[in-house]
């Protein structure tokens, strides 16, 4: 009942935002996801390449893994508020599946970038992860996460 109140007292004193989140919110709950298990990535490649001098390969692959599972419930229950159970028996595994082709993405991308071109390992690291994130959005929203008509 108070979240219906404070929603509804947001919507009257910040009528624009307020209408311009509500048109967009699967987009900024997307980003906002997104970058949470972006910023978990980050962290842990830093720490792992610089901090304990893991080989940067090494160290972006392990800290996608913690990424992951950060994104999958994330994305599930927040972003795209699908909070049943009854589909997490195959959007798990495809969600891994798209991990995995994700997980191929970045890393080419990392050696592309870093190996060739001469980039900064975070610099790539960034241009890595926005490719990855345009190419999830469309395989979570209407392959995984898609809505069910009852």
């Not at 080989?55 to 990424?67: E, G, K, N, R, W």
Request: charge should be positive; include cysteine; aromatic fraction near 22%.
């Amino acid at each position: 009942m108070a979240y219906q109140k404070i929603k509804k007292s947001l919507s009257v004193e910040f009528s624009f935002l307020y209408s311009v989140f509500d048109r967009y919110k699967i987009y900024i709950k997307y980003v906002l996801s997104g970058g949470f298990a972006t910023s978990v990535h980050f962290i842990l490649v830093f720490c792992l390449t610089s901090g304990l001098q893991v080989h940067y390969l090494i160290s972006t692959s392990s800290a996608f893994v913690a990424a992951y599972f950060i994104s999958f419930f994330s994305h599930k229950i927040w972003t795209f508020r699908d909070a049943g159970h009854s589909r997490l028996y195959w959007q798990m595994p495809v969600y891994f599946l798209v991990g995995l082709m994700n997980l191929f993405i970045n890393g080419a991308a990392m050696y592309v970038l870093v190996d060739h071109y001469g980039l900064y390992y975070l610099l790539a690291q960034a241009l890595a992860s926005a490719s990855v994130a345009i190419f999830s959005f469309f395989a979570y929203r209407y392959v995984i996460f898609r809505q069910i008509q009852k």
